[in-house]
């Protein structure tokens, strides 16, 4: 059973940064690590992965530029640095993971879910 603890979100201005943290139990190194969020009335969309074996990255056109994903190995953390924020990134995100190491962007490739973290950007 992998367990994902979420922290970081809150609320800021628009042209504001926050950094969201998630820490993976278990053997994470051969992990893939997402990030999606969900606003109200909307579908949940991925923002950014990363591969924990290779650092491999991808993300969503609307995020490419201002968030940046990354890993912390020796706190089996992944982080997601959002710079520049944006009214339009409000939302829950959730941090994902698939044990199995080749998820994309799927959210039905992901087995295993954090509690998300509310995210919330004033214009």
């Known amino acids: 059973q992998v367990q994902l603890v979420e922290s970081g979100g809150g609320l800021v201005q628009s042209g504001g940064s926050l950094r969201l943290s998630c820490v993976a139990s278990g053997r994470t190194f051969s992990y893939v690590m997402g990030w999606f969020r969900q606003a109200p009335g909307k579908e949940r969309d991925v923002v950014a992965t990363?591969?924990?074996?290779?650092?491999?990255?991808y993300y969503a056109d609307s995020v490419k530029g201002r968030f940046t994903i990354s890993t912390d190995n020796a706190k089996n953390t992944v982080y997601l640095q959002m710079n520049s924020l944006k009214p339009e990134d409000t939302a829950v995100y959730y941090c994902a993971a698939d044990p199995r190491g080749w998820a994309t962007g799927f959210i039905r490739e992901y087995a295993y879910w954090g509690q998300g973290t509310q995210v919330t950007v004033s214009s």
């Open positions: 990363i591969r924990w074996s290779d650092g491999r990255t």
